[in-house]
Structure formats: structure tokens, C-alpha cells
């Protein structure tokens, strides 16, 4: 058990080091090349929705108007299935080894121009550049690489089982890593074998529509792929189509139950990758600077706009109050701003529908009594920001320890056995990922067995790989991108024997 003598640790202090560590501002040059509108994507060809109508994207970086996007109604949803079903046929039946070509393709084209692509990025749905430049373009580059060595190799998937493609899948995904949602839907998708639908979120459609570019210079098949933008209409279009032999949604845990209930009966196949409320469990022996670390990274990373933000940091009681002061003082290093800043670490908040979201649970917390800690910063006047957030004094029953905020705010709540922390980390509808910071390795198992969720990282947060099966427990889906697991969700198994 851990002894009492460890209580006593000194909290931390802070070095005060004036204006000596501010920055110049250093602004990202790169163009994006974002087209002024831009219509559908079916059948490999560029085409003006049937609605004849279209939607602003804006940056939440500065409200600027980025592009007019064509906004797809039934009849639209409609032309991208008869696309995709007509490409079935030769798409499947392809070699697996020639279906790789495309994926390999399609990875080094987008490493190639990845530096565009991270600037549309962060324009488009306001991550800061260096996460879009050093994470989501190379992760998403990485899941066609991962899953183009897969496209030759299904049957050795599962030994006497082949693997075979469900038909036409219709996919749906949310804003928080637009272009990176997207690899993680495609990739596995191709590589088995199926064609595809897929809707980007309306505030982020942008880099989804400067990926058909991509596809064209591949010479991926007409049809293969096929993107229709809108909003939520789009979307049921998508999941409600009667050609569709598979939805895959990422989202919300409300739009997913909506989609399980109206797929109820109907013989589609449903994978669903939902919200989050992630427990990020330190103990007393634990490596505390990397913890803290750990636990910025964890909340702070994109905004928090994350499903497996570590948004409830469980702290044990003996060092709660040495992690909090060090967290104060690291969190007053995070510079929050320009998203095209390359020292920007805390960018734009996507929207401002989920920027009014966030005020409304800061406020809940602070009516029921938690204690708000806000580091002085100065946000840019224009655009969509919110300063990075801490809530100590939190208990359980509190908003902000219950609901998604999906925005950079972390509650701080205490335990002081293994059992308490167990307890309270699976105190909630979701089940999707959870951190254990502890020098013993016994207890790192225990943890790992007894967290009801999809993902447990182990003194590290936020680590992610193509070969990793993703996904939840609970309310917060089910199915997993990702990994052998992932292909799976988009086969049918057929004995060899
Ligand atoms: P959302 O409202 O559920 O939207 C997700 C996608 O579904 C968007 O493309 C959206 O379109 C579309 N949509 C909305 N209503 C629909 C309907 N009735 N039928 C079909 N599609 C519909 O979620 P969000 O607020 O954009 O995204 C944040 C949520 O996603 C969070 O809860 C987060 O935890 C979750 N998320 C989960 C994961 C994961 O892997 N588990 C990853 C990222 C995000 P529009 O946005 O264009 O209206
Ligand atoms: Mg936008």
C-alpha cells in the first residue's frame, strides 16, 4: 500500500522569468490552395448539387469566409450510391496487391503535399499547425500506408476465413480531425474491398475536398469514392440509404443512438465511435512531471475537441495538491491563439455553436461550486477562442465532471485507493479511453483490466498508431478503426474448408 511518510511533498514553485521566453510571432506561410466553391465529388467527376444550393465555411481562426461548398440533398446521396455501386463490381474483384497500389499511392501523394494540407487544416477547423503539420497528416498518410500492406493479405486475416467486402459503405464524420477521421474510415474500407460514400462535418469539409484531388491523381476508379457535403440532413441521407450494406459514424452519442435506432432491422452493418469522458488516473509514485505532462497533452491537445481527451484528471489525495500548483504553472506556459502560429499551442475553438457550448458547462461548474483556474491570456478579438481551464473542487454529480465539454477544460477530482479510483473512473455513460500514471507495473495490469474502456495508456496519453485498434465501450460505440480488429468491421468472413 502506499505509505503515509509520502504526503508531505513539497508543492511546487514557480520561476519567474519575466519576458524572457515570449516568442515573435511566427505565422505559417504556406498557401492552401483552397478553391473559392466546390461541388460534389461522385462518380470521380466534380458536380453542382441537385438542391442548387451551397454553404459558407468559415475560419474560426478570424470569421473569414474560406470557400461556398455545394450542399447535398437526398437526390445528391442518392447519385453517389448509384456511383459507388456501379464501381463495386471491378473494385472488389480487383487483386488485393492491385488495390494496394492505389492506397500507396494515395499515401505518398498526401505526404507530398502535406504541408498544404496541414494549412487548409488548421484554416478550416482552427487546430494549431504544428498538431495538424505534426500529427494529423502524418497519421493520416500512415493509415493508407498501415492498411495498403493489409489489401494483400486478407486471407491471413483470420486462419481458414477469408475476408470479403460488405458491398457500398456509407460513412459519416465529425470536425475534430476532419482529414484524419476520413483516413481512418477510407483506408480499411479500400483495402478490403468496398466503395464508398462519405460525409464530411459541415464546419470542416474543406481538406475531404481537396482529398478528391488526391484520388484523381492516384487514378482511383470513378465511383470508388464519392464525398457529399452538408449538415445533418446529409448525413441521415447517408446512414438512411438502402444501398448502403454499412454505416460507419463518428460523432455524437446522441446522433449514434438516433442511427442505431433507424437502422434497427435492417440488415446494415453499424459501426459507432462516440463521445468520451476519460479518467486520468495519477498515483502517488508516479513520475509527477511527466504526469503533468501527460495530463496537459491529454486535455489541452486540440482544444480538447478530442473523444479521448483525459478531461477528469483523478489525482491521489497525498500529491493533489502538488500536481494541481504544477499544472497551474505549466498552464500558464501554453500559448493560446493564432492557430497559424507555429508556437500556438492552444488553437481556435471550431465553431461558434461549440464555443457557446463550452461557456455554458464553464458557467454550470462554477454555479455548482467548483473552483475555476484560468491562466491570464490575451485572445485574439476576432475568431472563436477559450482559454485554457482548470476545475478543482469537483465532485462526481457536477456537469462538468459527467458531460462531454469537448473543449479545453479539466476537473480535478481526488481518490486514495486503487479501488476509489477504479470506481470513479467507471463512473460514467462512456467508455472510451483512460490514462494510469504509476512507477508499478502490477498495478499499470490491474488498472488496464478493471477501466471499462476501449483504450488505457499507461503512463503516456494520446498515443496512436495505425496498428492499434480505436474505440469504446458503453455509451461511447462500438466496432474499432484500426489494427486487424478494424479490417474486421469491414469484412464478411467466408470458411475456406
Ligand atoms: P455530431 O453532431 O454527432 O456530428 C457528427 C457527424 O454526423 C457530422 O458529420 C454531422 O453533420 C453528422 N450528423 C449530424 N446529425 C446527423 C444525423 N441525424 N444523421 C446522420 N448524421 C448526422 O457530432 P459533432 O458534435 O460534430 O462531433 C463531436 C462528437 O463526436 C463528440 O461527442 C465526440 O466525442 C465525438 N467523436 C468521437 C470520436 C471517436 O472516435 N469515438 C472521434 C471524434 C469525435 P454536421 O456536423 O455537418 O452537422
Ligand atoms: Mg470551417
Redesign the pocket.
Given at each position: 500500500m502506499h505509505s503515509p511518510k509520502r504526503t508531505a511533498r513539497p508543492v511546487a514553485r514557480e520561476l519567474l522569468f519575466g519576458n524572457l521566453w515570449e516568442y515573435d510571432a511566427a505565422p505559417e506561410s504556406s498557401p492552401a490552395f483552397i478553391d473559392a466553391s466546390y461541388g460534389l465529388f461522385i462518380g470521380g467527376k466534380w458536380v453542382a448539387p441537385k438542391t442548387r444550393k451551397t454553404f459558407d465555411s468559415i475560419s474560426p481562426r478570424n470569421e473569414e469566409k474560406l470557400s461556398e461548398i455545394a450542399l447535398a440533398g437526398a437526390a445528391d446521396v442518392d447519385a453517389a450510391y448509384q456511383a459507388a455501386a456501379k464501381a463495386f463490381p471491378a473494385w472488389s474483384k480487383l487483386p488485393g496487391s492491385e488495390r494496394a497500389k492505389y492506397l500507396f499511392r494515395i499515401a505518398r501523394l498526401l505526404q507530398d503535399r502535406a504541408r498544404e494540407f496541414a494549412v487548409a487544416e488548421t484554416l478550416d477547423g482552427g487546430k494549431p499547425i504544428k498538431e495538424s503539420r505534426d500529427f494529423d497528416l502524418p497519421m493520416a498518410a500512415a493509415h493508407f500506408f498501415y492498411h495498403a500492406g493489409w489489401a494483400d493479405k486478407l486471407n491471413y486475416v483470420t486462419p481458414g476465413r477469408v475476408l470479403e467486402p460488405l458491398g457500398v459503405v456509407g460513412q459519416?464524420?465529425?470536425?475534430?480531425?476532419p482529414l484524419l477521421?476520413l483516413a481512418w474510415k477510407l483506408a480499411p474500407a479500400l483495402a478490403t474491398g468496398n466503395t464508398v460514400v462519405i460525409?464530411?462535418?459541415?464546419?470542416t469539409s474543406i481538406t475531404a475536398l481537396k482529398f478528391a484531388s488526391i484520388l484523381q491523381d492516384a487514378g482511383l476508379p470513378p465511383g470508388v469514392i464519392n464525398i457529399v457535403t452538408?449538415?445533418?440532413d446529409?448525413?441521415?441521407a447517408?446512414?438512411n440509404h438502402p444501398l448502403a450494406a454499412k454505416i460507419a459514424?463518428?460523432?455524437?452519442?446522441?446522433?449514434?443512438k438516433?442511427?442505431q435506432r433507424a437502422l434497427a432491422g435492417t440488415g446494415k452493418r453499424l459501426t459507432l465511435?462516440?463521445?468520451?469522458k476519460a479518467a486520468n488516473i495519477v498515483f502517488e509514485d508516479a513520475p509527477i512531471d511527466q504526469a503533468v505532462e501527460g495530463i496537459i497533452n491529454g486535455i489541452f491537445f486540440n482544444q480538447g475537441h478530442?473523444?479521448?481527451a483525459g478531461s477528469r484528471l483523478l489525482v491521489q489525495e497525498s500529491i493533489a495538491n502538488q500536481v494541481l500548483s504544477k499544472l497551474k504553472i505549466r498552464m500558464k506556459s501554453l500559448r493560446t491563439g493564432d492557430p497559424l502560429d507555429k508556437n500556438t499551442d492552444v488553437g481556435a475553438i471550431n465553431s461558434r455553436a461549440q464555443l457557446d457550448r463550452i461557456h455554458e458547462l464553464v458557467a454550470s461548474g462554477v454555479a455548482e461550486g467548483a473552483e475555476l483556474y484560468q491562466p491570464v491570456c490575451e485572445l485574439p478579438h476576432k475568431g472563436f477562442y477559450f482559454p485554457p481551464t482548470l476545475f478543482s473542487k469537483v465532485s462526481q454529480s457536477h456537469r462538468i465532471a459527467r458531460d462531454?465539454i469537448?473543449g479545453p477544460v479539466l476537473s480535478i477530482l481526488t481518490f486514495r485507493t486503487p479501488e476509489e479510483a477504479i470506481e470513479k473512473a467507471n463512473n460514467t455513460h462512456y467508455g472510451?479511453s483512460a490514462g494510469v500514471w504509476t512507477d508499478k507495473g502490477s498495478l499499470i495490469l490491474k488498472m488496464s483490466n478493471e477501466l471499462k474502456a476501449g483504450v488505457v495508456w499507461a503512463n503516456s496519453y494520446n498515443k496512436f498508431d495505425p496498428s492499434s485498434p480505436?474505440?469504446?465501450y458503453k455509451e461511447?460505440?462500438f466496432g474499432r478503426?484500426g489494427g486487424k480488429q478494424g479490417l474486421l468491421d469491414y469484412a464478411k468472413l467466408k470458411a475456406t474448408f
Amino acid at each position: 500500500m502506499h505509505s503515509p511518510k509520502r504526503t508531505a511533498r513539497p508543492v511546487a514553485r514557480e520561476l519567474l522569468f519575466g519576458n524572457l521566453w515570449e516568442y515573435d510571432a511566427a505565422p505559417e506561410s504556406s498557401p492552401a490552395f483552397i478553391d473559392a466553391s466546390y461541388g460534389l465529388f461522385i462518380g470521380g467527376k466534380w458536380v453542382a448539387p441537385k438542391t442548387r444550393k451551397t454553404f459558407d465555411s468559415i475560419s474560426p481562426r478570424n470569421e473569414e469566409k474560406l470557400s461556398e461548398i455545394a450542399l447535398a440533398g437526398a437526390a445528391d446521396v442518392d447519385a453517389a450510391y448509384q456511383a459507388a455501386a456501379k464501381a463495386f463490381p471491378a473494385w472488389s474483384k480487383l487483386p488485393g496487391s492491385e488495390r494496394a497500389k492505389y492506397l500507396f499511392r494515395i499515401a505518398r501523394l498526401l505526404q507530398d503535399r502535406a504541408r498544404e494540407f496541414a494549412v487548409a487544416e488548421t484554416l478550416d477547423g482552427g487546430k494549431p499547425i504544428k498538431e495538424s503539420r505534426d500529427f494529423d497528416l502524418p497519421m493520416a498518410a500512415a493509415h493508407f500506408f498501415y492498411h495498403a500492406g493489409w489489401a494483400d493479405k486478407l486471407n491471413y486475416v483470420t486462419p481458414g476465413r477469408v475476408l470479403e467486402p460488405l458491398g457500398v459503405v456509407g460513412q459519416v464524420i465529425p470536425w475534430n480531425f476532419p482529414l484524419l477521421m476520413l483516413a481512418w474510415k477510407l483506408a480499411p474500407a479500400l483495402a478490403t474491398g468496398n466503395t464508398v460514400v462519405i460525409k464530411p462535418a459541415e464546419t470542416t469539409s474543406i481538406t475531404a475536398l481537396k482529398f478528391a484531388s488526391i484520388l484523381q491523381d492516384a487514378g482511383l476508379p470513378p465511383g470508388v469514392i464519392n464525398i457529399v457535403t452538408g449538415a445533418g440532413d446529409t448525413g441521415a441521407a447517408v446512414v438512411n440509404h438502402p444501398l448502403a450494406a454499412k454505416i460507419a459514424f463518428t460523432g455524437s452519442t446522441a446522433v449514434g443512438k438516433s442511427i442505431q435506432r433507424a437502422l434497427a432491422g435492417t440488415g446494415k452493418r453499424l459501426t459507432l465511435e462516440l463521445g468520451g469522458k476519460a479518467a486520468n488516473i495519477v498515483f502517488e509514485d508516479a513520475p509527477i512531471d511527466q504526469a503533468v505532462e501527460g495530463i496537459i497533452n491529454g486535455i489541452f491537445f486540440n482544444q480538447g475537441h478530442v473523444c479521448c481527451a483525459g478531461s477528469r484528471l483523478l489525482v491521489q489525495e497525498s500529491i493533489a495538491n502538488q500536481v494541481l500548483s504544477k499544472l497551474k504553472i505549466r498552464m500558464k506556459s501554453l500559448r493560446t491563439g493564432d492557430p497559424l502560429d507555429k508556437n500556438t499551442d492552444v488553437g481556435a475553438i471550431n465553431s461558434r455553436a461549440q464555443l457557446d457550448r463550452i461557456h455554458e458547462l464553464v458557467a454550470s461548474g462554477v454555479a455548482e461550486g467548483a473552483e475555476l483556474y484560468q491562466p491570464v491570456c490575451e485572445l485574439p478579438h476576432k475568431g472563436f477562442y477559450f482559454p485554457p481551464t482548470l476545475f478543482s473542487k469537483v465532485s462526481q454529480s457536477h456537469r462538468i465532471a459527467r458531460d462531454e465539454i469537448f473543449g479545453p477544460v479539466l476537473s480535478i477530482l481526488t481518490f486514495r485507493t486503487p479501488e476509489e479510483a477504479i470506481e470513479k473512473a467507471n463512473n460514467t455513460h462512456y467508455g472510451l479511453s483512460a490514462g494510469v500514471w504509476t512507477d508499478k507495473g502490477s498495478l499499470i495490469l490491474k488498472m488496464s483490466n478493471e477501466l471499462k474502456a476501449g483504450v488505457v495508456w499507461a503512463n503516456s496519453y494520446n498515443k496512436f498508431d495505425p496498428s492499434s485498434p480505436f474505440g469504446g465501450y458503453k455509451e461511447s460505440g462500438f466496432g474499432r478503426e484500426g489494427g486487424k480488429q478494424g479490417l474486421l468491421d469491414y469484412a464478411k468472413l467466408k470458411a475456406t474448408f
